[in-house]
T-cell receptor
Framework: NAGVMQNPRHLVRRRGQEARLRCSPVKGHSHVYWYRQLPEEGLKFMVYLQKENIIDESGMPKERFSAEFPKEGPSILRIQQVVRGDSAAYFC?????????????FGPGTRLTVL | GESVGLHLPTLSVQEGDNSIINCAYSNSASDYFIWYKQESGKGPQFIIDIRSNMDKRQGQRVTVLLNKTVKHLSLQIAATQPGDSAVYFCAENMGGGNKLTFGTGTQLKVEL
């Protein structure tokens, strides 16, 4: 009964490199969400995806950030040309449906450090 | 604006006492609220939720109270245990989608 899986758990990148964060939702869940958390702050919504569709990307920075959730395989959050300000914990959540009261279950997160 | 680097509010309780964690939410149109627990180095863990058409909901050792008049949410933990030590976040769904808006969090410390 695996929950949300994220990898890698820790990722170190130098400024200008690319970061790829992966998320496998709970088996049977077709709705995926990405959130970012800075130290001692709450999570901030980034993007909401269903299989092959971006539903809401209102929290995504306009440049360098992209997300996908293909028909097969995990959801990917991609950050191009990383900067120090991208250092944060990135959490993925999944839910069985897209209704308001469909509980979102979170993964353990990927901690990105940009040197 | 953003608050960066501020220390979280902290609630210290004795083991066995009851804990009350408070949260003020921002949008009177929000219709779904959730409490999450986050331990150090881990992802948020669902505790309990409540819809806006309710003012109280109980779970195992936890109760959530919703006061829509003053836009206030609280989490009560009965007989607090050392394993309850964590940061607690309230989150609201403002409708029009399924994204959650999180509060800043409260650090709960349980003293033996």
């Amino acid at each position: 009964n695996a929950g949300v899986m994220q990898n890698p758990r820790h990722l170190v990148r130098r400024r200008g490199q690319e970061a790829r964060l992966r998320c496998s939702p709970v088996k049977g869940h077709s709705h995926v969400y990405w959130y970012r958390q800075l130290p001692e702050e709450g999570l901030k919504f980034m993007v909401y995806l269903q299989k092959e569709n971006i539903i809401d990307e209102s929290g995504m920075p306009k440049e360098r950030f992209s997300a996908e959730f293909p028909k097969e395989g995990p959801s990917i959050l991609r950050i191009q040309q990383v900067v120090r300000g991208d250092s944060a914990a990135y959490f993925c959540a999944s839910s069985p449906g897209g209704q308001i009261a469909d509980t979102q279950y979170f993964g353990p997160g990927t901690r990105l450090t940009v040197l | 604006g953003e608050s960066v680097g501020l220390h979280l509010p902290t609630l210290s309780v004795q083991e066995g006492d009851n804990s009350i964690i408070n949260c003020a939410y921002s949008n009177s149109a929000s219709d779904y609220f959730i409490w999450y627990k986050q331990e150090s180095g881990k992802g948020p863990q669902f505790i309990i939720d409540i819809r806006s058409n309710m003012d109280k909901r109980q779970g195992q050792r936890v109760t959530v109270l919703l006061n829509k008049t003053v836009k206030h949410l609280s989490l009560q933990i009965a007989a607090t245990q050392p394993g309850d030590s964590a940061v607690y976040f309230c989150a609201e769904n403002m409708g029009g989608g399924n994204k959650l808006t999180f509060g800043t969090g409260t650090q709960l410390k349980v003293e033996l």
